[in-house]
């Protein structure tokens, strides 16, 4: 099951790589990861997304607590939550291809936020399966390049996590 | 306040924690520091010979004193030399502070002489490390490496620092702080008295219980209440390897120890029983054989400091996650309120089960006229020590003898590598064994493979005068990977023999300037190693020659369950 890990650490160097080493040593899956300093700027927010079974992500969580630089972690997908990623998407856009981009974009609720005589670089905000929805919609074809930022999430209502 | 340069700074600060005698190597990068170290009293540094044995050195002090050992090596290859050494002392939770020199702060990065990123080389290995990037944090970094060593689940801490941090011409204020401030560092101080209380009654209600403890109780200094709460009980009880000492090796409670080479009737008991009381263990495969047939009867309370320990390869029935000194207090405390007892004539029909295991095996191997089998080795080494010896053990087949038939009469007696597995420890660590028990007699069990890996620290016995008993049982090969092979490759001996190469021990020993005692003839044994121990202050090299095709049993069968095991070479359970 896919589960969204969110992670105050403090921000300090070596902290990133000894949550990523982590999950290479006990052979765990890490599918995205963000990370970048908070308010406060002694701590980074990190979020991360990974799949296994309720046992494996018990020890995911009990072995990041472990690690001295995590001040605190919280699973998001245990509770309501908002998740967004961001794409930027660069699609070859020429002739009757022009219009059907802008009116995919459109109903995605994208932005176009470049423009040339052949080029359209498209924003997209929103769940990981939106993003997948847009790429699939508008074909492998007209796709030259994608960037994605990986999961960002935030708990619903009163909840939060924070010092 | 006083002012001092990065490498008085360090030497302070570890004088300023307590520490007494460090383990380490010089050269380029911590030669300020090793300066130093030349101009102050207190501190003894114990110069080894391959910074490999200083780790272990630093380990075995550790392990046998409670206190946390510390190293010092150089940048590059000094540092990475103590890599097997670290990872030994995490994979057994040891509290050592490794402090390595780093190449000069605006050479890192450049592939500088000398230079290896160490944090990142051991960032797998260590409970945290360091590396320091201003003179001023010293103290209060080194304050940080001791405080996370030895707290909670207690580990190695690497503190790297660059050259030009420890210069003799800068100078600043220094202060050891007394409290150390971490927000992301909180260690469980006790268990939850409500999950200690469903313990209690679910051990009440056992017909068949079984208390399993391992090094956790060591560690946690918890051996007399351990003890106490076995007797108060009356309930049988293994240790694993790391655990032994745990409880009296001749205690009648004692079943021996459990797992892959552990006793037939704590292996047959744990698969039988219906409460499992855990602590300090962690489940390791070389217990539990297959954990999804390990104890398919029973209910499982599991008491560790460190909540990771918990369900990660077994589920537990009752976690109690708490140091467990704490636990076990509250634990004894709760049993004396409570009036419930268990069912006498249960527990009585289980001890009669189990000294009918006991009698059936009991460690039992066969003997032949003329032959010296590495089992008698031990026994009489226990019979000469009057088990009273601190006994370190390198890795193999006469480590898991020595496990099983030196009966350790105390916690911190036995010193072995238990979760890495280090051939090479056995020495290195009798040599910290005796910086923190100068008058303790300490035997090194080992065998020509493991102790040939650290041989030149005979060099260092001699400098320091360590004299530590060598008891190398010499079955000229690889005994343990010969008997994997003879068990699972229809005897090839795939590298596992030296063809005629092996040294004159004898010889070496004594070109060390030590004393070599050859033995090949059982008759001979005692006497031998009677004189050996009496030599008090030389370190004896005893070379005994012993049967090259023993096998070490009982052993578990792979994939099956705890009570899956070859007792001797033709009969299985």
């Known amino acids: 099951m896919r589960r969204i890990i969110s992670i105050l650490m403090e921000n300090e160097p070596g902290a990133l790589s000894r949550v990523v080493g982590l999950f290479s040593q006990r052979g765990y899956n890490i599918e995205s990861l963000t990370v970048a300093p908070t308010n406060d700027n002694t701590l980074s927010r990190l979020t991360l997304t990974t799949t296994g079974n309720d046992q494996v992500i018990e020890q995911i969580t009990k072995q990041l607590n472990k690690l001295v630089e995590v001040v605190k972690l919280v699973d998001l997908s245990e509770g309501a939550h908002i998740e967004r990623e961001l794409m930027l998407i660069k699609l070859k856009a020429t002739g009757a291809q022009r219009a059907e981009i802008k009116r995919t974009a459109d109903i995605f609720r994208g932005q176009i936020v470049d423009v040339t005589s052949s080029v359209y670089t498209v924003q997209l905000a929103g769940t990981s399966d939106k993003l997948d929805a847009f790429i699939e919609s508008v074909g492998e074809a007209s796709i030259l390049e994608v960037v994605r930022t990986g999961v960002s999430g935030i708990a619903r209502g009163d909840k939060v996590l924070a010092l | ?573």
């Open chain 2, 1 to 573: 306040m006083e002012l001092l340069s990065g490498a008085e700074m360090i030497v302070r600060s570890l004088k300023d924690e307590g520490v007494e005698t460090i383990f380490g190597y010089p050269g380029g990068a911590v030669l300020h520091i090793y300066d130093a170290l030349f101009q102050q009293k207190g501190i003894t540094h114990v110069l080894v010979r391959h910074e490999q044995a200083a780790a272990h050195a630093a380990d075995g002090f550790a392990r046998v004193s409670g206190k946390p050992g510390v190293v010092l090596a150089t940048s590059g290859p000094g540092a990475t030399n103590t890599v097997t050494g670290i990872a030994t002392a995490y994979m057994d939770s040891i509290p050592l502070v490794i402090i390595t020199g780093q190449v000069q702060t605006d050479w890192i990065g450049n592939d500088a002489f000398q230079e290896t990123d160490i944090v990142g080389v051991t960032r797998p290995i260590v409970k945290h490390s360091f590396m320091v990037k201003r003179t001023e944090d010293i103290p209060s970094t080194i304050k940080k490496a001791f405080y996370i060593a030895t707290t909670g689940r207690p580990g190695p801490v690497l503190v790297d620092i660059p050259k030009d941090l420890t210069s003799p011409a800068l100078t600043y204020e220094y202060q050891y702080p007394s409290k150390v401030k971490l927000r992301s560092y909180n260690v469980v101080s006790k268990g939850h008295s409500g999950q200690i209380k469903k313990a209690v009654d679910l051990m009440m209600a056992a017909k068949r219980p079984m208390i399993y403890s391992g090094g956790g109780v060591i560690l946690g200094n918890s051996a007399d209440m351990l003890t106490e709460l076995v007797h108060n009980l009356g309930f049988p009880c293994t240790n694993t390897l790391m655990g032994l000492g745990g409880i009296p090796g001749e205690d009648k409670q004692f079943v021996g120890m459990l797992g892959m080479h552990g006793t037939y009737e704590a292996n047959m008991a744990m698969h039988h029983a219906d409460v499992l009381l855990a602590i300090g263990v962690r489940f390791d495969d070389r217990v539990t054989n297959h954990t999804s047939k390990f104890c398919p009867n029973a209910k499982i309370i599991h008491i560790d400091v460190d909540p990771a320990s918990i369900a990660k390869n077994v589920p537990v029935d009752i976690p109690i996650v708490g140091p467990v000194d704490q636990v076990l207090k509250e634990m004894l405390e709760q049993l004396e309120k409570t009036e419930e007892r268990n069912d006498k004539s249960a527990l009585e029909a289980w001890w009669k089960q189990i000294d009918a295991w006991r009698a059936y095996h009991g460690l039992r191997y066969e003997t032949a006229p003329g032959i010296l089998k590495p089992q008698q080795v031990i026994e009489c080494l226990y019979k000469v020590t009057n088990g009273e010896a601190i006994v370190t053990s390198d890795v193999g087949q006469h480590q898991m003898f020595a496990a099983q038939f030196y009966k350790f009469k105390r916690p911190r007696q036995w010193i072995n590598s238990g979760g890495l597995g280090t051939m090479g420890f056995g020495l290195p660590a009798a040599m910290g064994a005796l910086v923190a028990s100068p008058d303790a007699t300490v035997a090194c069990v080992t065998g020509e493979g493991s102790i040939q890996m650290n041989i030149q620290e005979l060099s260092t016995c001699l400098q320091y005068n360590f004299p530590v008993k060598i008891i190398n049982v010499n079955n000229q090969s690889l005994g343990m990977v010969r008997q994997w092979q003879d068990m699972q490759y229809q005897g090839r001996h795939s590298s596992s023999t030296y063809e005629q190469s092996l040294p004159d021990f004898i010889k070496l020993a004594e070109a060390y300037g030590h004393v070599g005692i050859k033995v090949t003839k059982p008759e001979d044994l005692e006497d031998a190693m009677k004189e050996a121990f009496s030599l008090k202050d030389r370190l004896v090299f005893m070379d005994i020659y012993v049967d090259p095709s023993e096998h070490v049993y009982p052993m578990q069968i792979k994939d099956g369950s705890m009570r899956d095991m070859w007792l001797n070479k033709s009969e299985r359970t």
